[in-house]
Protein backbone atom coordinates (compact mmCIF):
# COMPACT_ATOMS: atom_id res chain seq x y z
CA UNK A 1 0.00 0.00 0.00
CA UNK A 2 1.23 3.33 -1.03
CA UNK A 3 1.29 6.47 1.28
CA UNK A 4 -1.90 7.64 -0.44
CA UNK A 5 -3.83 4.52 -0.67
CA UNK A 6 -3.16 4.64 3.30
CA UNK A 7 -3.59 8.08 3.66
CA UNK A 8 -7.07 8.22 0.94
CA UNK A 9 -8.27 4.85 3.45
CA UNK A 10 -7.68 6.08 6.90
CA UNK A 11 -9.18 9.60 5.81
CA UNK A 12 -12.32 6.97 4.37
CA UNK A 13 -12.45 5.18 7.80
CA UNK A 14 -12.27 8.87 9.14
CA UNK A 15 -15.58 9.85 7.35
CA UNK A 16 -17.30 6.90 8.91
CA UNK A 17 -17.25 8.50 12.13
CA UNK A 18 -18.21 12.30 11.18
CA UNK A 19 -21.29 14.26 10.36
CA UNK A 20 -22.39 14.06 6.20
CA UNK A 21 -23.74 17.43 6.76
CA UNK A 22 -21.69 19.55 5.04
CA UNK A 23 -23.61 21.95 2.60
CA UNK A 24 -21.38 24.75 1.97
CA UNK A 25 -21.02 25.97 -1.58
CA UNK A 26 -18.64 23.91 -3.56
CA UNK A 27 -16.77 24.23 -6.78
CA UNK A 28 -15.65 21.19 -8.91
CA UNK A 29 -13.38 20.74 -11.27
CA UNK A 30 -14.79 21.91 -15.33
CA UNK A 31 -16.78 18.92 -16.68
CA UNK A 32 -18.06 17.57 -13.27
CA UNK A 33 -20.93 15.97 -13.87
CA UNK A 34 -24.26 16.53 -11.63
CA UNK A 35 -23.95 12.91 -10.19
CA UNK A 36 -20.18 13.69 -9.62
CA UNK A 37 -19.90 12.42 -6.25
CA UNK A 38 -21.12 9.36 -6.70
CA UNK A 39 -18.87 8.82 -9.75
CA UNK A 40 -16.06 10.10 -7.80
CA UNK A 41 -13.54 7.31 -6.51
CA UNK A 42 -11.57 9.76 -4.51
CA UNK A 43 -8.61 8.45 -6.66
CA UNK A 44 -6.80 11.83 -6.93
CA UNK A 45 -5.69 11.40 -10.30
CA UNK A 46 -7.25 14.56 -11.63
CA UNK A 47 -5.49 16.40 -8.83
CA UNK A 48 -1.82 15.25 -9.49
CA UNK A 49 -2.46 15.91 -13.05
CA UNK A 50 -3.27 19.38 -12.80
CA UNK A 51 -0.32 21.48 -13.89
CA UNK A 52 -1.73 24.58 -11.42
CA UNK A 53 -2.18 22.57 -8.44
CA UNK A 54 -5.73 24.33 -9.01
CA UNK A 55 -7.32 21.08 -7.55
CA UNK A 56 -7.96 20.37 -3.71
CA UNK A 57 -9.22 17.38 -2.01
CA UNK A 58 -11.40 17.97 0.45
CA UNK A 59 -10.54 17.35 4.10
CA UNK A 60 -12.15 14.90 6.46
CA UNK A 61 -14.44 17.53 8.23
CA UNK A 62 -16.25 17.33 4.80
CA UNK A 63 -17.78 14.39 5.53
CA UNK A 64 -18.99 12.27 2.35
CA UNK A 65 -16.70 14.67 0.22
CA UNK A 66 -13.92 13.84 1.74
CA UNK A 67 -11.03 13.41 -0.62
CA UNK A 68 -12.99 14.70 -3.68
CA UNK A 69 -11.08 17.68 -5.27
CA UNK A 70 -12.44 21.07 -5.50
CA UNK A 71 -11.45 24.43 -6.91
CA UNK A 72 -10.51 27.93 -4.40
CA UNK A 73 -10.26 30.49 -6.61
CA UNK A 74 -8.94 32.66 -3.98
CA UNK A 75 -6.09 30.54 -3.08
CA UNK A 76 -5.72 29.24 -7.23
CA UNK A 77 -7.96 29.78 -9.87
CA UNK A 78 -8.61 27.12 -12.46
CA UNK A 79 -6.15 28.26 -15.76
CA UNK A 80 -8.18 26.06 -18.08
CA UNK A 81 -5.12 24.33 -19.10
CA UNK A 82 -3.49 27.81 -21.06
CA UNK A 83 -0.36 29.35 -20.54
CA UNK A 84 -0.11 33.17 -21.40
CA UNK A 85 2.60 34.26 -23.65
CA UNK A 86 5.21 37.01 -23.24
CA UNK A 87 2.79 38.44 -26.08
CA UNK A 88 -0.06 38.43 -24.08
CA UNK A 89 -1.96 35.21 -25.90
CA UNK A 90 -3.27 32.51 -24.04
CA UNK A 91 -2.31 28.97 -25.35
CA UNK A 92 -3.86 25.53 -24.61
CA UNK A 93 -1.03 23.57 -22.74
CA UNK A 94 -2.68 20.05 -23.82
CA UNK A 95 -5.43 18.73 -26.20
CA UNK A 96 -8.21 18.28 -23.72
CA UNK A 97 -8.45 19.68 -20.16
CA UNK A 98 -6.46 17.72 -17.98
CA UNK A 99 -8.28 16.98 -14.92
CA UNK A 100 -10.65 15.69 -17.20
CA UNK A 101 -8.65 13.55 -19.57
CA UNK A 102 -7.28 11.60 -16.64
CA UNK A 103 -10.52 10.38 -14.56
CA UNK A 104 -10.83 7.23 -15.02
CA UNK A 105 -14.79 7.24 -14.01
CA UNK A 106 -15.82 9.98 -16.07
CA UNK A 107 -16.83 11.76 -13.29
CA UNK A 108 -15.06 14.83 -15.10
CA UNK A 109 -16.19 15.21 -18.81
CA UNK A 110 -13.44 15.18 -21.17
CA UNK A 111 -13.76 18.63 -22.70
CA UNK A 112 -11.41 19.91 -26.15
CA UNK A 113 -9.10 22.57 -25.15
CA UNK A 114 -10.01 25.24 -27.60
CA UNK A 115 -11.52 28.73 -26.32
CA UNK A 116 -14.64 28.48 -28.58
CA UNK A 117 -15.40 24.83 -27.17
CA UNK A 118 -14.68 26.55 -23.53
CA UNK A 119 -16.58 29.47 -23.93
CA UNK A 120 -19.88 27.73 -24.65
CA UNK A 121 -19.83 24.77 -22.96
CA UNK A 122 -22.99 23.87 -21.74
CA UNK A 123 -24.35 25.06 -18.17
CA UNK A 124 -24.17 21.49 -16.25
CA UNK A 125 -20.30 21.46 -17.12
CA UNK A 126 -19.67 24.96 -15.88
CA UNK A 127 -17.08 25.18 -12.97
CA UNK A 128 -19.77 27.99 -12.01
CA UNK A 129 -20.68 31.93 -13.18
CA UNK A 130 -19.46 34.90 -11.87
CA UNK A 131 -20.95 37.63 -10.82
CA UNK A 132 -19.62 41.49 -10.45
CA UNK A 133 -21.10 43.59 -7.87
CA UNK A 134 -20.64 47.18 -9.41
CA UNK A 135 -20.89 49.04 -6.13
CA UNK A 136 -17.39 47.30 -4.69
CA UNK A 137 -15.66 47.29 -8.86
CA UNK A 138 -13.27 49.89 -8.70
CA UNK A 139 -13.64 50.49 -12.38
CA UNK A 140 -17.49 50.99 -12.34
CA UNK A 141 -16.71 53.66 -9.32
CA UNK A 142 -13.51 55.46 -9.94
CA UNK A 143 -12.65 54.16 -13.85
CA UNK A 144 -9.51 52.21 -12.81
CA UNK A 145 -8.40 48.82 -12.22
CA UNK A 146 -9.97 46.32 -15.26
CA UNK A 147 -7.64 43.68 -14.15
CA UNK A 148 -10.44 41.18 -13.95
CA UNK A 149 -10.97 41.87 -17.56
CA UNK A 150 -7.24 41.68 -18.65
CA UNK A 151 -6.80 38.24 -17.15
CA UNK A 152 -9.91 36.10 -17.96
CA UNK A 153 -9.20 33.75 -19.74
CA UNK A 154 -12.10 33.99 -22.63
CA UNK A 155 -11.72 37.77 -22.41
CA UNK A 156 -14.05 39.24 -24.75
CA UNK A 157 -16.35 36.42 -24.35
CA UNK A 158 -17.11 35.57 -20.63
CA UNK A 159 -15.89 39.06 -19.63
CA UNK A 160 -16.22 42.29 -21.63
CA UNK A 161 -14.53 45.74 -21.89
CA UNK A 162 -18.28 47.26 -21.32
CA UNK A 163 -22.07 45.77 -21.10
CA UNK A 164 -23.72 45.78 -24.08
CA UNK A 165 -26.90 48.47 -23.05
CA UNK A 166 -24.18 50.46 -22.77
CA UNK A 167 -22.84 52.91 -25.18
CA UNK A 168 -19.45 53.09 -25.39
CA UNK A 169 -17.21 56.14 -25.06
CA UNK A 170 -13.86 57.41 -25.79
CA UNK A 171 -13.43 59.18 -22.64
CA UNK A 172 -14.82 56.16 -20.18
CA UNK A 173 -12.75 53.68 -19.15
CA UNK A 174 -13.75 49.87 -19.03
CA UNK A 175 -16.64 48.72 -17.12
CA UNK A 176 -16.36 44.60 -16.82
CA UNK A 177 -19.31 42.87 -17.41
CA UNK A 178 -19.78 39.14 -17.15
CA UNK A 179 -21.53 37.62 -20.23
CA UNK A 180 -23.28 34.48 -18.38
CA UNK A 181 -23.84 32.50 -21.58
CA UNK A 182 -19.85 32.11 -21.71
CA UNK A 183 -18.36 32.24 -18.20
CA UNK A 184 -17.43 29.03 -17.16
CA UNK A 185 -16.48 30.19 -13.48
CA UNK A 186 -13.19 29.39 -14.09
CA UNK A 187 -12.39 32.06 -11.01
CA UNK A 188 -9.93 33.93 -12.32
CA UNK A 189 -11.56 37.21 -12.10
CA UNK A 190 -12.16 36.36 -8.84
CA UNK A 191 -8.34 35.56 -7.77
CA UNK A 192 -6.94 39.00 -9.26
CA UNK A 193 -9.44 41.24 -8.05
CA UNK A 194 -7.91 43.70 -5.70
CA UNK A 195 -11.39 44.33 -3.60
CA UNK A 196 -10.60 41.86 -0.66
CA UNK A 197 -11.00 41.62 3.25
CA UNK A 198 -7.30 41.61 3.44
CA UNK A 199 -6.67 44.83 1.15
CA UNK A 200 -9.49 46.59 2.86
CA UNK A 201 -8.37 45.48 6.79
CA UNK A 202 -4.70 46.48 6.33
CA UNK A 203 -5.20 50.12 5.05
CA UNK A 204 -8.02 50.09 8.66
CA UNK A 205 -5.30 48.26 10.75
CA UNK A 206 -2.00 48.32 9.21
CA UNK A 207 -1.58 44.63 10.11
CA UNK A 208 -0.25 43.24 7.04
CA UNK A 209 2.06 43.59 4.56
CA UNK A 210 0.70 44.07 0.96
CA UNK A 211 1.97 43.91 -2.49
CA UNK A 212 2.60 46.04 -4.17
CA UNK A 213 -0.06 45.32 -6.70
CA UNK A 214 -2.99 45.48 -3.88
CA UNK A 215 -1.31 48.39 -2.29
CA UNK A 216 -1.49 50.51 -5.52
CA UNK A 217 -5.55 49.74 -5.28
CA UNK A 218 -6.03 49.57 -1.22
CA UNK A 219 -6.95 53.70 -0.75
CA UNK A 220 -9.82 52.61 -3.05
CA UNK A 221 -10.41 49.47 -1.66
CA UNK A 222 -11.08 50.93 1.82
CA UNK A 223 -13.08 53.77 0.81
CA UNK A 224 -15.47 51.85 -1.30
CA UNK A 225 -15.75 48.63 1.35
CA UNK A 226 -16.05 50.99 4.06
CA UNK A 227 -19.40 52.74 2.46
CA UNK A 228 -20.63 49.06 1.80
CA UNK A 229 -20.28 48.46 5.40
CA UNK A 230 -20.05 45.39 7.59
CA UNK A 231 -21.46 41.43 5.96
CA UNK A 232 -20.46 42.54 2.34
CA UNK A 233 -19.33 39.76 0.44
CA UNK A 234 -15.81 39.86 -0.92
CA UNK A 235 -14.20 40.51 -3.53
CA UNK A 236 -16.01 42.39 -6.12
CA UNK A 237 -16.80 39.99 -8.32
CA UNK A 238 -16.50 36.23 -7.46
CA UNK A 239 -17.51 32.80 -8.60
CA UNK A 240 -20.28 31.48 -7.63
CA UNK A 241 -21.73 27.42 -7.88
CA UNK A 242 -23.97 26.16 -10.65
CA UNK A 243 -27.74 26.17 -10.48
S1 LIG B 1 -8.87 22.58 -16.37
FE1 LIG B 1 -6.62 22.36 -16.19
S2 LIG B 1 -6.02 24.08 -14.81
FE2 LIG B 1 -8.26 23.78 -14.57
S3 LIG B 1 -8.49 22.37 -12.82
FE3 LIG B 1 -8.51 21.10 -14.70
S4 LIG B 1 -6.34 20.47 -14.96
FE4 LIG B 1 -6.33 22.22 -13.53
S1 LIG C 1 -14.96 33.17 -13.99
FE1 LIG C 1 -14.24 35.23 -14.47
S2 LIG C 1 -12.24 34.92 -15.40
FE2 LIG C 1 -13.34 32.93 -15.50
S3 LIG C 1 -14.40 32.89 -17.45
FE3 LIG C 1 -15.83 33.76 -15.98
S4 LIG C 1 -15.52 35.97 -16.13
FE4 LIG C 1 -13.73 35.00 -17.07
S1 LIG D 1 -10.80 43.15 -10.70
FE1 LIG D 1 -12.46 43.67 -9.27
S2 LIG D 1 -12.29 45.88 -8.89
FE2 LIG D 1 -11.04 45.39 -10.70
S3 LIG D 1 -12.40 45.82 -12.42
FE3 LIG D 1 -12.63 43.63 -11.93
S4 LIG D 1 -14.34 43.51 -10.46
FE4 LIG D 1 -13.72 45.64 -10.60
Known sequence: MTRRDFLIAGGLFLTG?????????????????RDFLARCIRCGQCIEACPYDTLRAMDITSGGMAHSPYIDPLRTPCYLC????????????????????????????????????????????????????????????????????????????????????MIFSESTGIRPWVDPRHCIGCGMCNYVCPVKEHVASEVMER?????????????????????????????????????
Open 82 to 165: QQRGPDGIDRPISEFLRCGEVCPTGAIRKIKNTKDVLANVPEDMKIGISVLNRDLCLAWQYDSCGECYYNCPLKDRALRDFPPD
Open 17 to 33: FLPLGFSGPVLRPPGAR
Open 207 to 243: SHKLSLFEARYAAMVRNLVGRAGPGVKLPAIRVTVRP
